[in-house]
């Protein structure tokens, strides 16, 4: 981790680098596993919850001490999983990156959307399965229940989260 952060251009004004490393280390570590994100992707997500402006592929780079390609997988990954977003930075031609300010709204989003792939693949394998007897078909209907009950919840889980930041 580059020492960019004691100038409050990384990781926020007056905030200790040695205490940004290691929170951005844990970081790493409990989201990276908890989310099954590669440790870079958990580390990249902590730098830019820190950074109180948007961070350009260089910025990023520099403060993880990784790769271009490294930092552009992550970058990829996190956009994908909902909780960082590209953005236009005035003034600068490079795009920059930004932690959502619904990130946990959009992490939840994603596993609702991941979660409804997996009841259609339910709903069609049971629907050829139909003829199926025995273990198989209670295989499938276990699947099918297990799959519309998370879809339901999320969904509700969801709604619910957003009405709480609704105030």
């Given at each position: ?25 844990d ?5 990276g596993?908890a ?11 902590g730098v ?16 993880l ?6 930092v552009?997988?992550?970058?990829r ?15 600068v031609?490079?795009a920059?990156?930004v ?20 009841f259609?693949l ?7 399965g ?17 799959y ?20």
């Amino acid at each position: 981790m580059s020492p960019a952060a004691d100038d409050g251009s990384a990781m926020g004004a007056g905030s200790s680098a040695m205490g940004d490393e290691l929170l951005i280390e844990d970081f790493g570590q409990r989201i990276g596993r908890a989310m099954g994100w590669p440790p870079m992707a958990g580390r990249l997500g902590g730098v830019l919850m820190l950074s109180p402006d948007p961070m350009t592929m260089p910025e990023l780079q520099e403060a993880l001490g990784a790769s271009k390609g490294s930092v552009s997988e992550m970058t990829r990954l996190l956009i994908t999983n909902g909780t960082v977003e590209r953005v236009k930075v005035p003034g600068v031609r490079q795009a920059g990156y930004v932690w959502r300010d619904d990130a946990w709204s959009g992490c939840l989003q994603h596993q609702l959307d991941q979660t409804q792939q997996l009841f259609e693949l339910a709903r069609t394998a049971r629907e050829r399965g139909a003829d199926m007897t025995g273990t198989q078909r209670a295989r499938l209907d276990d699947m099918y229940g297990y799959y519309d009950f998370m879809v339901r919840e999320l969904r509700r889980l969801l709604d619910e989260y957003r009405r709480l930041l609704a105030g």
